[in-house]
């Protein structure tokens, strides 16, 4: 029997907005780290999986539910816990040396004796020769592997990865990745066990003993798949490729309105997220889909390959275009609807009509703000107006990017107008005009 190292009991956690409102960023997280596994979590921007590794750090406490480290409580940080940031959160007026010391440092280690450690550990992290180097003269690969190094140098049994490789470039991220495997699968480092949260789901299939899908609002482990491949996994097997193919299947499938995207439709509310897909990724999927040889059905991990987008981005166009009735998700699959085969052959006027009918069908904050316009005598209405009202069920950052894809999507679909100089969303002069010569 695996021995549990890290257990979240029916964990919870809630944000307060701006308006003082409560909002569930978690609930009912429940989840085993065992020793001698590496497990990767995968779930859309704003699903709380960060929230969730501050909890098991011990950077930030629960709400509701418990957390156990061996067995008993986590109360505050644990030292056999350590996490590793995508931002690399190095302090840029120490030198690499003084960085991978600092946790030792805080610990009242003996000067001589961090120092050993320390390079030891730069060493085997691979930067030997840069002990005296700031962050500021490292590449973007390097100063990851200071804040990695900083982290190993602490010996944790538990290492939380925290989107650590995807501020890199692709091949330093899949080198630095195959290191830290190397490194584990070795026992050159002490640590027992790995959780990381990621966008790709290559990288996923490729580091992971079992991949969690997380769902949204609030965040809870969803799906789990097993991955019993041995180590060294090859990218282009076919039973790599299989896996990547089951993963995008459990994080299309059955998510409902609040998850990533339901296998038909995706039914908002108005206080909900907006995918953030942007008009010209979304028409080039469309486009993509209807030529050959697609022929209006892609496998998502192809059409991963085909369009060079990262799993997160193609995700939430296919979110977008699912949303508007555009496209729908099947067995892993996307295939476009008689709507978007429309959409895909049509003009530029054709398809701003098509658009703006659909975003007033199917996009309630959309139809909300041209009511307001409607009702609004001048025709002008403030962007704060509709902020305040998103920050009623969303987090500040999450309101105001929910507000940015509404007002792109809108303008597009010539709904309204929106003055940038001064954040006010305007009738369309055509509207204007139309309602003038009603008068």
């Given at each position: 029997?695996?021995?549990?190292?890290?257990?979240?009991?029916?964990?919870?956690?809630?944000?307060?907005?701006?308006?003082?409102?409560?909002?569930?960023?978690l609930?009912?997280?429940?989840?085993?780290?065992?020793e001698?596994?590496?497990?990767?979590?995968?779930?859309?921007?704003?699903?709380?999986?960060?929230?969730?590794?501050?909890?098991?750090?011990?950077?930030?406490?629960?709400?509701?539910?418990?957390?156990?480290?061996?067995?008993?409580?986590?109360?505050?940080?644990?030292?056999?816990?350590?996490?590793?940031?995508?931002?690399?959160?190095?302090?840029?007026?120490?030198?690499?040396?003084?960085?991978?010391?600092?946790?030792?440092?805080?610990q009242?280690?003996?000067?001589?004796?961090r120092?050993?450690?320390?390079?030891?550990?730069?060493?085997?992290?691979?930067?030997?020769?840069?002990?005296?180097?700031?962050?500021?003269?490292?590449?973007?690969?390097?100063?990851?592997?200071?804040?990695?190094?900083?982290?190993?140098?602490?010996?944790p049994?538990?290492?939380?990865?925290?989107?650590?490789?995807?501020?890199?470039?692709?091949?330093?991220?899949?080198?630095?990745?195959?290191?830290?495997?190397?490194?584990?699968?070795?026992?050159?480092?002490?640590?027992?066990?790995?959780?990381?949260?990621?966008?790709?789901?290559?990288e996923?299939?490729?580091?992971?003993?079992?991949?969690?899908?997380?769902?949204s609002?609030?965040?809870?482990?969803?799906?789990?798949?097993?991955?019993?491949?041995?180590?060294?996994?090859?990218?282009?097997?076919?039973?790599?490729?299989?896996?990547?193919?089951?993963?995008?299947?459990?994080m299309?499938?059955?998510?409902?309105r609040?998850?990533l995207?339901?296998?038909?439709?995706?039914?908002?509310?108005?206080?909900?997220?907006?995918?953030?897909?942007?008009?010209a990724?979304?028409?080039?999927?469309?486009?993509?889909?209807?030529?050959?040889?697609?022929?209006g059905?892609?496998?998502?991990?192809?059409?991963?390959?085909?369009?060079?987008?990262?799993?997160?981005?193609?995700?939430?166009?296919?979110?977008?275009?699912?949303?508007?009735g555009?496209?729908?998700?099947?067995?892993?699959?996307?295939?476009?609807?008689?709507?978007?085969?429309r959409?895909?052959?049509?003009?530029?006027?054709?398809?701003?009509e098509?658009?703006?009918?659909?975003?007033?069908?199917?996009?309630?904050?959309?139809?909300?703000?041209?009511?307001?316009?409607?009702?609004?005598?001048?025709?002008?209405?403030?962007?704060?107006?509709?902020?305040?009202?998103?920050?009623?069920?969303?987090?500040?950052?999450?309101?105001?990017?929910?507000?940015r894809v509404?007002?792109?999507?809108?303008?597009?679909?010539?709904?309204?107008?929106?003055?940038?100089?001064?954040?006010?969303?305007?009738?369309?002069?055509?509207?204007?005009?139309d309602?003038?010569?009603?008068?």
């Open positions: 029997m695996r021995t549990p190292i890290v257990e979240l009991k029916a964990v919870g956690k809630h944000f307060r907005g701006a308006d003082g409102s409560a909002r569930a960023v609930e009912g997280v429940d989840f085993t780290l065992h001698g596994e590496i497990v990767a979590l995968l779930g859309q921007s704003g699903s709380g999986k960060s929230t969730m590794l501050r909890i098991m750090a011990g950077l930030i406490p629960a709400d509701a539910g418990q957390v156990l480290y061996r067995g008993m409580p986590l109360y505050g940080t644990a030292r056999g816990i350590r996490m590793v940031f995508q931002s690399f959160a190095l302090f840029p007026w120490l030198t690499v040396q003084k960085n991978v010391e600092l946790g030792l440092e805080a009242g280690m003996p000067a001589e004796q120092a050993r450690r320390a390079e030891k550990m730069i060493d085997l992290i691979g930067l030997s020769g840069f002990e005296g180097a700031l962050p500021r003269e490292l590449s973007g690969g390097m100063r990851q592997r200071v804040g990695i190094a900083r982290a190993l140098v602490m010996e049994e538990v290492l939380l990865m925290d989107e650590a490789f995807s501020a890199l470039d692709v091949l330093t991220g899949e080198r630095l990745r195959e290191e830290i495997l190397e490194l584990w699968q070795s026992g050159q480092i002490p640590t027992k066990a790995i959780l990381v949260v990621s966008h790709n789901i290559e996923a299939v490729m580091m992971a003993d079992r991949v969690l899908i997380f769902a609002d609030p965040g809870r482990v969803r799906a789990e798949l097993p991955i019993a491949l041995p180590q060294p996994r090859k990218a282009e097997s076919s039973e790599v490729r299989l896996l990547i193919d089951q993963v995008y299947e459990l299309t499938a059955g998510a409902g609040r998850g995207i339901s296998e038909k439709e995706v039914k908002l509310q108005l206080g909900d997220r907006l995918p953030q897909a942007g008009i990724h979304m028409e080039g999927i469309l486009e993509l889909l209807a030529e050959e040889p697609f022929s059905r892609a496998d998502l991990p192809q059409l991963a390959e085909e369009t060079e987008m990262t799993d997160a981005e193609l995700l939430e166009v296919l979110n977008g275009l699912i949303l508007l555009f496209a729908y998700l099947t067995k892993g699959d996307m295939l476009l609807t008689e709507l978007g085969s959409y895909a052959a049509a003009s530029n006027m054709e398809r701003q098509l658009f703006g009918r659909q975003l007033l069908e199917h996009v309630p904050l959309i139809a909300y703000i041209c009511h307001g316009l409607e009702q609004d005598k001048s025709g002008d209405l403030p962007e704060d107006l509709f902020l305040k009202l998103l920050r009623f069920t969303l987090s500040a950052e999450e309101a105001e990017k929910a507000l509404a007002i792109e999507w809108g303008r597009y679909g010539d709904l309204f107008e929106y003055n940038f100089n001064t954040g006010v969303i305007q009738m369309s002069r055509e509207d204007e005009q309602e003038e010569d009603a008068l």
